[in-house]
């Protein structure tokens, strides 16, 4: 299983950023998806998951109505669309695949090389 995450830099406050994930070694039209985020200083914090399907997420409230997670199964290719970025949301960046295939179980069990956001003025 392979994950590489990718398109993380520097914005501005309010700026806009779209990430990517490469996937490979498993059939992710298969898992729910996740972006998860590590803060300096703090753990890991989950950010958003979407279905199989591509027609189901869910986001954690620091993001709502901000990011937008999606998803390509013909690229075997995740996103993450930021908007309105805030200086909290300096992170890096994962993607991770649900340890379950066909179902939902919130645990991951890989997640790939993350890319760094800063949001700095």
């Known amino acids: 299983v392979q994950l590489q995450a990718y398109g993380g830099g520097l914005v501005q406050p309010g700026g806009s950023l779209r990430l990517s994930c490469a996937a490979s070694?498993?059939?992710?039209?298969?898992?729910?998806m996740y972006w998860i985020r590590k803060t300096p200083g703090k753990g890991f914090e989950w950010v958003a998951h979407?279905?199989?399907?591509?027609?189901?997420?869910t986001y954690a409230d620091s993001v709502k109505g901000r990011f937008t997670i999606s998803r390509d199964n013909a690229k075997n290719t995740l996103y993450l669309q930021m908007n309105n970025l805030k200086l909290h949301d300096t992170a890096a960046y994962y993607c991770a695949k649900d340890s379950v295939k066909d179902d939902y179980s919130g645990g991951y069990d890989y997640w790939g090389l993350g890319t760094e956001l800063t949001v700095s003025s």
């Open positions: 979407i279905n199989p399907t591509g027609d189901a997420t």
């Open positions: 070694g498993f059939i992710f039209s298969s898992y729910f």
